[in-house]
Antibody, heavy 125, light 107 residues
Framework: QVQLQESGPGLVKPSQTLALTCAVS??????????WTWVRQPAGKGLEWIGR???????NYNPSLKSRVTISVDTSKNQISLKLTSVTAADTAVYYC??????????????????WGKGTTVTVS | DIQMTQSPSSLSASVGDRVTITCRAS??????LNWYQQKPGKAPILLIYAASSLQTGVPSRFSGSGSGTDFTLTISSLRPEDFAIYFCQQSYITPPTFGQGTKLEIK
């Protein structure tokens, strides 16, 4: 089955750019009707949606982060990437990538995050 | 953005209890509502999508209901492995937003 694995530096200095990748295995990133999504979670807090990308390259971003976020897809490497610029301590969190899948049949209009990576911790300091 | 509010924020229960967690949206979201379970140090796991559809592999003691603005997640008979944090999430409008979470603890 599809598995996701995030990777990238665990420590980023303030004002610099956070860069993460999410490798997709067990299936092609171009198959199906899924978005590929980034979600983050500060320690002890809730989940915040960062943004997503479709295989066509279409992106959606959280308005609260839109000016600093870029999500891209590399189909040759079967992976997606996240860049977050001008980071501050408030960007310290566990960062997850997830597959945001479109349902089938009577739920074909619905999207849900059915596969998640294990997450990677990023500290801004 | 649509605000999702869960209640209670925390809940103590015993093995075998029936438990209900509520999620309320700040505007109507039809049934574009998903539920996730998260254990410490782990990624969230999808339990329910489209308000009431059980994700493949999820035990049938989990169920979801609701439409419009009010939704519930019910666990019919708690097992030890169910003690975790539960999040609701709306997928009606971008950006998708999550509830603050409900921590289910052992009494």
């Amino acid at each position: 089955q599809v598995q996701l694995q995030e990777s990238g530096p665990g420590l980023v200095k303030p004002s610099q750019t956070l860069a993460l990748t999410c490798a997709v295995s067990g299936g092609s990133i171009t198959s199906g009707t899924s978005y590929w999504t980034w979600v983050r979670q500060p320690a002890g807090k809730g989940l915040e949606w960062i943004g997503r990308i479709y295989v066509s390259g279409t992106t959606n971003y959280n308005p609260s982060l839109k000016s600093r976020v870029t999500i891209s897809v590399d189909t040759s490497k079967n992976q997606i990437s996240l860049k977050l610029t001008s980071v501050t301590a408030a960007d310290t969190a566990v960062y997850y990538c997830a597959r945001d899948r479109r349902g089938n049949g009577h739920t074909s209009g619905y999207y849900y995050m059915d596969v998640w990576g294990k997450g990677t911790t990023v500290t801004v300091s | 953005d649509i605000q999702m509010t869960q209640s209670p924020s925390s809940l103590s229960a015993s093995v075998g209890d029936r438990v209900t967690i509520t999620c309320r949206a700040s505007q109507t979201i039809s049934n574009y509502l998903n539920w996730y379970q998260q254990k410490p140090g782990k990624a969230p796991i999808l339990l329910i999508y489209a308000a009431s559809s059980l994700q493949t592999g999820v035990p049938s003691r989990f169920s979801g209901s609701g439409s419009g603005t009010d939704f519930t997640l019910t666990i019919s008979s708690l097992r030890p492995e169910d003690f975790a944090i539960y999040f609701c999430q709306q997928s009606y409008i971008t950006p998708p937003t999550f509830g603050q979470g409900t921590k289910l603890e052992i009494k």
